[in-house]
């Protein structure tokens, strides 16, 4: 990597477990509630369960994946992925919410986020060089596949992260709407940056919480099209991981793992 490390690392502490290759981290409590039970994952004690929770698959299952949120911000979701990395994390998939800045991109719209434009303050302390700030191109192209397979219209692009929700003035709308960016949200930027430091897969699903490219704020929390697609969302991301998974122990992944 080339760049100094930390005085505090993240460690595998004692009585954490190892994780599966495929995690998947679910910013949205009521959907990571409701994904561990369709994928019968369950809840496992570790040293930072004070701060999200992690549910895993039976040990010996067929398809071992672990589940983990919910998260709140850059700071927050970084340092739960560096401690999933560090207990065995290969392949990240996210799913969260996000705020249309595009009038095409309605409430309960899927986007897949391909790059980030960065207004937190994790990223700049993980040096990535020149490499452009993206999720993983073959794990996007796989999301796109399975999402047009299942018929559900969505949007490929880039999101701008910020961690100041009550700063997303008119003016920065305006500004990022001209770039073409999608949405607003609060984790993607870091969680690429981290992946690309780290050696590890990331991407992610966003789902249109509420729309802000008018300059005026409507929440659609209560919209039974933010549900709906929330839960095909994250079943398409779960479907995928269990995929990978699969994959992995077909071309003997495990063999030899714990």
Request: glycine share 10%.
């Amino acid at each position: 990597m080339g760049a100094e490390e930390g005085i505090i690392r993240p460690i595998k502490g004692k009585g954490d477990p190892l994780v599966d290759p495929d995690v998947l981290m679910v910013m949205i409590p009521s959907e990571l509630k409701h994904l561990a039970q369709v994928a019968k994952a369950h809840e496992v004690v570790f040293s930072e369960m004070r701060l999200y929770r992690l549910y895993q698959t039976e040990r010996g299952s067929d398809v071992p994946l672990t589940l983990s949120g919910p998260f709140l911000g850059a700071p927050h979701a970084v340092m739960a992925m560096e401690k999933l990395i560090v207990l065995g994390a290969k392949r990240i998939w996210v799913l969260g919410w996000c705020g249309s800045l595009q009038p095409h991109i309605p409430i309960g719209h899927i986007v897949v986020p391909t790059g980030a434009v960065s207004e937190e303050g994790t990223s700049p302390h993980y040096p990535i060089g020149e490499r452009p700030l993206e999720s993983d191109e073959r794990l996007n192209r796989m999301l796109g596949e399975a999402l047009e397979r299942r018929g559900i219209p969505f949007s490929k692009g880039m999101v701008w992260t910020t961690d100041a929700i009550y700063r997303e003035t008119p003016g920065k709308v305006k500004d990022y709407q001209a770039r073409g960016i999608l949405c607003v949200e609060m984790e993607i930027s870091a969680l690429m940056t981290l992946a690309l430091y780290r050696s590890v897969s990331m991407t992610g699903l966003l789902v249109v919480s509420d729309e802000l490219f008018d300059f005026k704020w409507r929440h659609g929390f209560s919209n039974p099209q933010l549900k709906k697609n929330s839960r095909g969302a994250g079943q398409t991301l779960l479907d995928l991981a269990t995929s990978c998974a699969q994959g992995d122990i077909n071309q003997g992944f495990f063999e030899g793992q714990e």
